[in-house]
């Protein structure tokens, strides 16, 4: 929660009309992921207000922004198209009702999915994404962010072209006014902060433009004219049928639907508070914001709005334009659903170019441009990944970009260190093998080429004093070793493991020898 008496005169102005600019940019996007999931806009403009609402208030990150996004959206055409399929004889408003039933729950359940990873404390697993797949996240997204803008670029019947290029020559000659007023927007947003900072830039283009556009009658594609926005009202309970979730077939697509929802939805939310985190050094908590999102999408579902997550967009816009606090993501979320009930006239009249213009800015400002020049200097390994996370992003999905990248890095640092060494002496007629290295699953084969049992003499020494080992598989093969040298009647000693090691061992065990300077780690299976 938020205590007003914390803030300052200047905070509170910053936050006021960072968050307005933001509600603003909210309601396009609301409605257009509702159109990509099958139902109402209304479903998408509930989930901003209800999503945005708690996870200002509750969320990990002051000033984040969630609300409907495409990435979740997405999850649930598979679903929609699937009731189509089960209830063909519905028809069109009977099958949008049972469509929106099918994602409510959906929405309920990945809620209480995330509640419980964030209850969990499993919000910290968000640090196993490396850095050059944050770096792919971001670029990737940044430009998922551009290329969303183009269908309201482009030209009517544009079935009827043949070649991008003819669509493109189309388009400039159709929308040639909305070209315009994209140029003029993105110039406002680059150069007014360079004179003042007293507005955001984004919500003085909005204004000015507008006005600009009404007044003088121009013609071009509005907010009004994507969806019709003067029946909208304020949100109430509404129950989705229950007993859905009777069916075996339904719990079948409705599960793993909610557990994608919501994996996909953590994944976003976290990384975006990790760009946040880099770009103002404050570091937000996980674990607080995945019971936050949990509880906004649970609560979403149960007042007629759909499942989301953070918006990556926005809340760049939100901490550029100044909005740092929870009241910026507050007023928002708030100031969004005032605007589309009681003057949706006002935001009907709004040029659809103004905030494509807007999300332009958004694009370019998200994108690392610093990682371009890093690439050059990187391991190939990292640059591989990157690469691929950026790719996978734009053409497939944000969570299997980020899973993807990984297990590439994962695999990729296995490799690297499935080495340990043996360096070799003599002591007393003894042969010393002091290993240098981690032992786990990766390096037990390195392991297992460092000994010549058909040659050693008949008293070994395996000193771990450089050496750690790091899983079951590194225990088992020093139990393996051991019953081998046993075998070919030869005395094997180990000395400075870990206690915990030594216990963990079975056959190796009654080997150990006890030193003062023995490590104190743990096995990291029993960690």
């Given at each position: 929660m938020f205590n007003i008496q914390n803030y300052s005169k200047q905070n509170i102005k910053n936050d006021v009309l960072s968050g307005a600019l933001v509600a603003v940019a909210l309601v396009p996007e609301a409605i257009a992921f509702s159109f990509i999931a099958g139902v109402s806009p209304v479903v998408g403009l509930y989930a901003a207000f209800i999503i945005g609402l708690i996870t200002s208030l509750m969320g990990g990150k002051p000033g984040m922004i969630s609300g409907a996004t495409g990435s979740v959206a997405v999850v649930f055409v598979s679903l929609g198209l699937w009731v189509k399929q089960q209830y063909p004889e519905l028809d069109t408003e009977a099958l949008s009702m049972m469509i929106l039933h099918y994602i409510l729950l959906t929405s309920i359940l990945a809620g209480l999915i995330q509640i419980a990873i964030g209850l969990m404390k499993m919000?910290?697993?968000?640090?196993?994404?490396?850095?050059?797949?944050?770096?792919?996240?971001?670029?990737?997204?940044?430009?998922?962010?551009?290329?969303?803008?183009?269908?309201?670029?482009?030209?009517?019947?544009?079935?009827?072209?043949?070649?991008?290029?003819?669509?493109?020559?189309?388009?400039?000659?159709e929308n040639y006014i909305m070209y315009i007023i994209i140029i003029l927007t993105?110039?406002?947003?680059?150069?007014?902060?360079?004179?003042?900072?007293?507005?955001?830039?984004?919500?003085?283009?909005?204004?000015?433009?507008?006005?600009?556009?009404?007044?003088?009658?121009?013609?071009?594609?509005?907010?009004?004219?994507?969806?019709?926005?003067?029946?909208?009202?304020?949100?109430?309970?509404?129950?989705?049928?229950?007993?859905?979730?009777?069916?075996?077939?339904?719990?079948?697509?409705?599960?793993?639907?909610?557990?994608?929802?919501?994996?996909?939805?953590?994944?976003?939310?976290?990384?975006?508070?990790?760009?946040?985190?880099?770009?103002?050094?404050?570091?937000?908590?996980?674990?607080?914001?995945?019971?936050?999102?949990?509880?906004?999408?649970?609560?979403?579902?149960?007042f007629g709005g759909m499942a989301g997550c953070a918006m990556i967009g926005q809340s760049v816009i939100n901490f550029t334009s100044g909005g740092l606090g929870r009241l910026s993501s507050f007023t928002a979320a708030v100031l969004l659903i005032i605007l589309v009930v009681m003057f949706s006239d006002v935001i009907s009249a709004i040029p659809i170019a103004v905030l494509v213009g807007i999300m332009f800015m958004v694009s370019i400002g998200t994108f690392e441009f610093s990682s371009l020049k890093r690439i050059k200097h990187m391991p190939k390994s990292d640059a591989f990944v990157l690469i691929t996370v950026t790719?996978?992003?734009?053409?497939?999905?944000?969570?299997?970009?980020?899973?993807?990248?990984?297990?590439?890095?994962?695999?990729?640092?296995?490799?690297?260190?499935?080495?340990?060494?043996?360096?070799?002496?003599?002591?007393?007629?003894?042969?010393?093998?002091?290993?240098?290295?981690?032992?786990?699953?990766?390096?037990?084969?390195?392991?297992?080429?460092q000994f010549d049992i058909e040659n050693d003499p008949d008293e070994v020494v395996l000193d771990f004093k450089k050496a750690r080992v790091m899983d079951s598989s590194g225990a088992e093969a020093i139990d393996a070793l051991t019953e081998k040298y046993k075998k070919a009647g030869k005395k094997l000693t180990i000395r400075h493991l870990s206690e915990d090691c030594k216990k963990t061992l079975k056959t190796a065990?009654?080997?150990?020898?006890?030193?003062?300077?023995?490590?104190?780690?743990?096995?990291?299976?029993d960690v």
């Amino acid at each position: 929660m938020f205590n007003i008496q914390n803030y300052s005169k200047q905070n509170i102005k910053n936050d006021v009309l960072s968050g307005a600019l933001v509600a603003v940019a909210l309601v396009p996007e609301a409605i257009a992921f509702s159109f990509i999931a099958g139902v109402s806009p209304v479903v998408g403009l509930y989930a901003a207000f209800i999503i945005g609402l708690i996870t200002s208030l509750m969320g990990g990150k002051p000033g984040m922004i969630s609300g409907a996004t495409g990435s979740v959206a997405v999850v649930f055409v598979s679903l929609g198209l699937w009731v189509k399929q089960q209830y063909p004889e519905l028809d069109t408003e009977a099958l949008s009702m049972m469509i929106l039933h099918y994602i409510l729950l959906t929405s309920i359940l990945a809620g209480l999915i995330q509640i419980a990873i964030g209850l969990m404390k499993m919000g910290k697993f968000i640090r196993l994404v490396p850095q050059p797949a944050l770096f792919g996240f971001v670029n990737g997204l940044a430009i998922v962010i551009a290329l969303a803008q183009l269908p309201f670029l482009a030209p009517a019947n544009i079935e009827q072209y043949d070649g991008w290029m003819e669509i493109i020559t189309a388009s400039l000659s159709e929308n040639y006014i909305m070209y315009i007023i994209i140029i003029l927007t993105m110039a406002t947003m680059q150069y007014l902060p360079k004179v003042s900072k007293a507005v955001p830039a984004g919500l003085v283009a909005i204004v000015l433009i507008t006005l600009v556009v009404y007044t003088m009658g121009i013609d071009t594609k509005t907010v009004g004219q994507m969806a019709d926005l003067s029946n909208v009202s304020f949100p109430h309970l509404y129950l989705p049928d229950f007993s859905i979730l009777l069916s075996a077939e339904s719990l079948k697509v409705i599960i793993p639907t909610a557990v994608i929802v919501a994996l996909v939805g953590l994944i976003e939310s976290l990384l975006t508070l990790s760009v946040l985190d880099e770009m103002g050094g404050e570091r937000g908590s996980g674990n607080k914001e995945c019971v936050a999102l949990g509880v906004g999408n649970t609560t979403a579902g149960f007042f007629g709005g759909m499942a989301g997550c953070a918006m990556i967009g926005q809340s760049v816009i939100n901490f550029t334009s100044g909005g740092l606090g929870r009241l910026s993501s507050f007023t928002a979320a708030v100031l969004l659903i005032i605007l589309v009930v009681m003057f949706s006239d006002v935001i009907s009249a709004i040029p659809i170019a103004v905030l494509v213009g807007i999300m332009f800015m958004v694009s370019i400002g998200t994108f690392e441009f610093s990682s371009l020049k890093r690439i050059k200097h990187m391991p190939k390994s990292d640059a591989f990944v990157l690469i691929t996370v950026t790719i996978i992003t734009i053409f497939e999905d944000l969570a299997v970009a980020v899973i993807a990248g990984i297990i590439i890095s994962a695999l990729v640092f296995a490799w690297e260190h499935a080495k340990i060494f043996a360096h070799t002496s003599t002591e007393n007629g003894k042969k010393i093998y002091e290993l240098d290295g981690p032992l786990f699953f990766g390096s037990v084969t390195s392991f297992n080429e460092q000994f010549d049992i058909e040659n050693d003499p008949d008293e070994v020494v395996l000193d771990f004093k450089k050496a750690r080992v790091m899983d079951s598989s590194g225990a088992e093969a020093i139990d393996a070793l051991t019953e081998k040298y046993k075998k070919a009647g030869k005395k094997l000693t180990i000395r400075h493991l870990s206690e915990d090691c030594k216990k963990t061992l079975k056959t190796a065990g009654p080997f150990c020898t006890y030193e003062e300077d023995d490590p104190t780690y743990k096995v990291a299976h029993d960690v």
